[in-house]
């Protein structure tokens, strides 16, 4: 069997941010990190500006006093993309809007929808629930009236309301300019497929 060379990739790994991350999630100074690894302020500085790799041995004793999985710092976090083009059109039940998912379809932490509301667009005939606890509701452009059986709330841009979505409500668009909304629900409310 012919061997097959591996050529290592152009950039290393960046580790500093993570173990600097760990350290003061534990609330530790870098006095206090240096002194329980005996190693100095400036090299733990330096290896958190990724500025020096630091040994395998001096990693292991960082990582022991940082309670962090050695593995954790090297592995890529996921970063999924969803570009507004290829964000799903979905259909929510409102009238005059046009929603789009525009995070990953399996996302189960929480799910973020763009609408695009044309004038006097609503959220139908009768109020609804969705089945998430935390429903959030941002105005990016015009204005919006978003109803619960009690009370009601006008929001312009920039407004923003969090409510249970559990809870029936309804929403209406402006009459006269069309609204763009973000809902952010978590978790959440329901798991796509791809």
Request: hydrophobic share 40%; net charge negative.
């Amino acid at each position: 069997m012919r061997p097959m060379p591996v050529e290592a990739t152009s950039h290393r790994a960046a580790i500093g941010s993570r173990l600097r991350a760990a350290r003061r999630s534990q609330q530790l100074t870098i006095d206090q990190l240096a002194a329980a690894t005996g190693l100095t302020k400036g090299f733990i500085s330096r290896i958190e500006r990724d500025m020096t790799s630091p040994s395998v041995s001096t990693l292991v004793s960082l990582c022991e006093v940082l309670n962090v999985n050695i593995g954790d710092l090297f592995a890529s976090s996921d970063v999924q993309l969803v570009t507004a083009g290829n964000a799903p059109h979905i259909n929510l039940g409102g009238q005059g809007a046009n929603e789009r998912l525009v995070t990953p379809r399996k996302e189960s932490r929480l799910q973020v929808i763009r609408s695009t509301v044309a004038p006097g667009g609503s959220g139908g005939d009768q109020p609804y629930t969705v089945n998430s606890p935390v429903d959030v509701v941002h105005v990016l452009t015009g204005s919006m009236t978003l109803k619960f059986s009690d009370r009601s709330w006008r929001l312009e841009a920039g407004d923003s309301l969090t409510f249970d979505g559990r809870e029936p409500h309804n929403w209406f668009g402006d009459t006269e300019v069309e609204t763009e909304l973000l809902w952010i629900l978590a978790p959440a409310a329901w798991e796509g497929t791809t």
